[in-house]
């Protein structure tokens, strides 16, 4: 085991947060393919006046993290799911594919050349990792750009809710996320853009989040602006809303496998309406950089619904799928296999 010396950083108490790290990996495309790309320690990007992701919001990200695990190597969760899904979401913004191969190089390189900056074990820290592609080269016409930047930079951080691991109460929101057939299944930059408001009025409003519903029918469970959902039954059952206009979470479709494969526990994924909330003994939201939290009240335009398994702290049912999951990510449960992929 190599001894790290660890950069001057109060772990315990870092929120989510861009922090500026040493080294960021950049790859150009241009001329129909990408070049072999390099880190830098330059954080800042200088492009076109009407480059694409200006005018025209051209961008898709990802969200994964670098772990110390209870023996002190460095790991990352399931990448090549990160890397498909970006490819998904390149697609469908009309970008290029970054290949998935050398997504996954660049993390390595990223994760190793920023060592320093990955938490210690115990801390509750993780280093967030933001892989992104923009369009890079000036569009005035509606059209895609003809050149494109992948990076990818790291940021120590946090827990993404304050209070960690306090239950946390959540909106029904009046905005749309997401429209059928529209781009709620891919991780574009312009899904979060145009959550800002809601965020902003629902924190204005004092609440944490948004639960956003269906955009056609309003009535059922979509998700929020940065996590999944996962709701537990009286009898145990983990529920999780089905939809074509969610993000598929790495992290959900995860603990729906953790909660089946390693805890005995049935699971669903169906549609979750509205009505039905009042009956589930526990709320959770799942992601990257959620993890998983707990959500103690869902208020549905003056009607509360408080989730009594989940209202104080997290839920028996939601420990139990932290404590598997986080334990496969720490190195203290053995992980299905491909899911963890070693760094040092
Ligand atoms: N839903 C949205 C809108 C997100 O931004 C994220 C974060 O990536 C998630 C869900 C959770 O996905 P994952 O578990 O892959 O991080
Ligand atoms: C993630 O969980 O990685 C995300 O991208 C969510 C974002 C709201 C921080």
Redesign the pocket.
Same mark, same amino acid.
């Given at each position: 085991m190599v001894t790290i010396e660890k950069a001057n950083i109060d772990w315990e108490n870092i929120g989510f947060g861009y922090y500026k790290t040493d080294k960021r990996f950049v790859s150009n495309y241009k001329d129909g393919k990408w070049d072999e790309g390099i880190l830098t320690s330059d954080e800042n990007v200088v492009i076109n006046e009407s480059a694409g992701v200006l005018q025209y919001a051209q961008t898709c990200f990802?969200?994964?993290k670098a772990y110390t695990t209870v023996d002190g190597s460095v790991v990352v969760f399931r990448p090549d799911? +990160?890397a498909q899904?970006l490819a998904d979401s390149a697609k469908r913004l009309e970008m290029p594919v970054y290949p998935q191969e050398k997504f996954l190089e660049a993390i390595d390189e990223v994760v190793k050349a920023n060592l320093k900056y990955v938490p210690p074990y115990g801390t509750g820290a993780t280093l967030y990792l933001r892989p992104y592609i923009f369009g890079s080269s000036p569009v005035l016409g509606v059209k895609p750009a003809a050149e494109y930047q992948f990076r990818v930079f790291a940021s120590p951080v946090g827990p993404y809710f304050k209070g960690g691991a306090k239950p946390i109460t959540l909106k029904v929101s009046d905005f749309d996320?997401a429209a059928p057939k529209g781009t709620?299944h891919v991780?574009a930059g312009l899904?979060?853009a145009m959550?800002l408001h809601a965020i902003v009025t629902a924190h204005d409003e004092g609440y944490a989040e948004n639960l956003y519903p269906d955009a056609l029918t309003r009535t059922k469970v979509e998700?929020?602006?940065?996590? +999944?959902f996962f709701f537990v039954t009286k009898d145990n059952k983990v529920v999780t809303p089905k939809s074509d206009t969610?993000?598929?979470?790495?992290?959900?479709?995860?603990l729906m496998y953790v909660a089946k494969e390693y805890l005995g526990l049935e699971t669903e994924e169906r549609d979750v309406y509205l009505s039905e909330l009042g009956d589930f003994a526990e709320c959770g939201l799942?992601?990257?950089?959620?993890v998983i939290s707990p959500v103690g009240k869902i208020v549905d335009h003056g009607k509360e619904i408080v989730f009594s398994g989940s209202s104080q702290q997290m839920g028996e049912i939601s420990k139990k799928l932290y404590d598997t999951l986080t334990g496969i990510q720490y190195g203290k449960i053995e992980a299905p296999e491909g899911w963890i992929r070693k760094i040092v």
């Open positions: 990802e969200g994964m799911l +990160n899904r996320r709620g991780k899904n979060y959550s998700e929020t602006g940065g996590a +999944n969610i993000l598929p979470s790495i992290t959900r479709r995860s799942c992601g990257t950089a959620a």
